[in-house]
């Protein structure tokens, strides 16, 4: 059994100088397997010799048993023909085979025993490897998830540190505050700029009051509130003989806060109804 006690030794031992050297999991998996195996053939080389010494052992067993019969024979065919002094030296002879013999058989026993145990320990060995070879890609795998979750573990770690967003936001509201100071900046410049007087009289021609009365004229035509507006022969011929009055004026205009005022009054008004 020394044979495997030296091979149990050699791959702990290098097995925990894989360990303690922290190499890559799986390099040092496949390693493992492959020193088992490196070693599984020289405890099978040492097994065979092992088996060839029982299998001669067991020969000279047999070779003197037969010495034994051989002379113990010929005793007796000295016997046959009155031959005492030959009978006794051969009975002597016959002694001596029969007692090596016995003790090689004792030998060769033993011997065979323990080359039994070793084909036992040798195919326990075996089993073991093909096990771990078999446990190697599931231990491979929980290393790769191991070490994803790692990463993932890292990256959230990172993440959770709010000095990048806080500096994010910083920049972002520092952009924005350039951008309105840029509008602010091209509004003051066009106020300055030109003249005022210009500015009133373009103000005016853009009519804005009659786009007003243009649209509640057009919203009331849709809600059916006032007819719909004549063909447009019609609209041309009246065009020519009415005109408008202009509309609006500093005094006609109306504050947002009185105009929701109004407009609340009316949505009252119509829940009421």
């Given at each position: 059994m020394g044979i495997f006690q030296k091979l149990s030794t050699l791959i702990r031992s290098n097995l925990n100088d894989m360990i303690s050297r922290a190499e890559n999991p799986e390099k040092m998996l496949n390693q493992v397997i492959l020193d088992m195996r490196e070693q599984l053939t020289?405890?099978?080389?040492?097994?065979?010799?092992?088996i060839v010494d029982e299998r001669k052992l067991?020969?000279?067993?047999?070779?003197?048993?037969?010495?034994?019969?051989?002379?113990?024979?010929?005793?007796?065919?000295?016997?046959?023909?009155?031959?005492?002094?030959?009978?006794?030296?051969?009975?002597?002879?016959?002694?001596?085979?029969?007692?090596?013999?016995?003790?090689?058989?004792e030998t060769w026993e033993r011997q065979a025993g323990e080359t039994e145990k070793l084909?036992?320990?040798?195919?326990?060995?075996?089993?073991?490897?093909?096990?771990?070879?078999?446990?190697?890609?599931?231990?491979?795998?929980?290393?790769?998830?191991?070490?994803?979750?790692?990463?993932?573990?890292?990256?959230?770690?990172?993440?959770?540190?709010?000095?990048?967003?806080?500096?994010?936001?910083?920049?972002?509201?520092?952009i924005e505050n350039n951008e309105r100071l840029a509008l602010a900046s091209a509004e003051v410049s066009d106020e300055i700029s030109g003249d005022p007087l210009d500015r009133e009289f373009k103000a005016l021609e853009s009519g804005g009051g009659e786009a007003v009365d243009d649209r509640l004229l057009a919203l009331k035509q849709q809600m059916g509130i006032l007819p719909p507006p004549p063909p447009v022969e019609t609209r041309q011929l009246n065009a020519g003989q009415e005109q408008k009055p202009a509309a609006g004026g500093a005094g006609g205009q109306v504050r947002d806060a009185e105009l929701l005022e109004e407009f609340d009054a009316l949505e009252e008004e119509e829940r009421r109804v």
């Open positions: 020289k405890a099978k080389q040492e097994v065979a010799v092992a067991k020969q000279q067993v047999e070779d003197e048993g037969k010495q034994a019969q051989e002379w113990e024979r010929r005793a007796m065919l000295a016997v046959k023909q009155d031959r005492d002094d030959l009978a006794r030296q051969a009975l002597m002879r016959h002694q001596e085979y029969a007692q090596r013999a016995q003790s090689l058989h084909k036992d320990a040798l195919r326990q060995l075996n089993l073991k490897i093909e096990e771990a070879q078999r446990k190697k890609n599931l231990l491979i795998a929980k290393q790769k998830r191991a070490q994803a979750q790692q990463r993932i573990h890292e990256t959230m770690s990172g993440l959770s540190d709010s000095s990048a967003f806080e500096a994010f936001n910083r920049m972002a509201e520092r």
